[in-house]
């Protein structure tokens, strides 16, 4: 917060390339407190998580947002925030974490993500402000695909969702900005992360996913500035 974040995003269960889930009585027990200690102190929490019953329990704790990265598949995800109407975070991913990056396919990426995201947003039918809709970089994307949503941002802004992107550290930047077959360290992404950062926020994105939170912060409002 210090650092300049407005918001604070809460997970318990990785959703990285290869990752396995953990059990809701896990996932509770790693977030929870977490929640209710910041949502205590006034700051705006989102929890990150696709079962229902963890968000229904953080939502009980103070949370403000729930972000949903399988974009409310579950139907008791769906009427729980039907019900409760707190921000959400709709997110596209083809697959499931476990597999997603085994071969994602697309006949048009910006088409269908978009198209995926808005039909969601219809289904939940809560303020169009409280949707935020997230391409979803990297889940169940090759790097053209990433690199297609990113170049066509403007397609989802013109939905009149508020769009979130998340590049922050991600392989895609590692594997681009690499001079061997390896990928970049994550520790040396930060360049290639603020880049795509900034130009996300010039082509009207609203919400900006970071981990280098001071960095992120003085390079968007550098780029706001010019």
């Known amino acids: 917060i210090e650092d300049?974040?407005?918001?604070?995003?809460?997970?318990?269960?990785?959703?990285?390339?290869?990752?396995?889930?953990?059990?809701?009585?896990?996932e509770i027990r790693r977030t929870i407190p977490v929640v209710a200690a910041l949502a205590k102190q006034g700051i705006?929490?989102?929890?990150?998580?696709m079962k229902p019953e963890v968000a229904r329990t953080a939502l009980d704790a103070g949370a403000f947002l729930v972000n949903d990265v399988s974009g409310f598949r579950n139907p008791a995800m769906?009427?729980?925030?039907?019900?409760?109407?707190?921000?959400?975070?709709?997110?596209?991913?083809?697959?499931?974490?476990?597999t997603m990056q085994a071969n994602p396919t697309?006949?048009?990426?910006?088409?269908?993500?978009?198209?995926?995201?808005?039909?969601?947003?219809?289904?939940l039918d809560l303020p169009q402000n409280q949707m935020w809709i997230d391409p979803g970089i990297g889940f169940g994307k090759s790097i053209e695909h990433?690199?297609?949503?990113?170049?066509?941002?403007e397609a989802f802004v013109e939905t009149g969702y508020p769009v979130l992107v998340g590049v922050s550290r991600k392989s895609f930047i590692g594997r681009l900005l690499s001079k061997t077959d390896q990928p970049l360290p994550v520790a040396d992404r930060l360049e290639g992360t603020l880049a795509a950062q900034v130009?996300?926020?010039?082509?009207?994105a609203k919400i900006i996913r970071a981990h280098d939170v001071l960095a992120s912060r003085r390079a968007i409002d550098m780029a706001s500035n010019l």
Do not use: F
Request: contains cysteine; aromatic residues 2%; negative net charge.
């Open 4 to 26: 300049g974040a407005d918001l604070i995003d809460i997970g318990g269960e990785s959703t990285r390339p290869g990752a396995e889930s953990v059990t809701v009585e896990e």
């Open 44 to 49: 705006a929490v989102s929890i990150d998580t």
């Open 78 to 98: 769906r009427e729980l925030v039907q019900d409760r109407k707190p921000t959400v975070c709709i997110m596209h991913m083809q697959g499931e974490p476990r």
């Open 106 to 123: 697309y006949r048009d990426v910006v088409q269908e993500v978009c198209d995926y995201l808005v039909v969601v947003a219809r289904v």
């Open 146 to 153: 990433n690199l297609s949503l990113l170049r066509n941002l």
């Open 199 to 204: 130009v996300a926020q010039m082509k009207g």
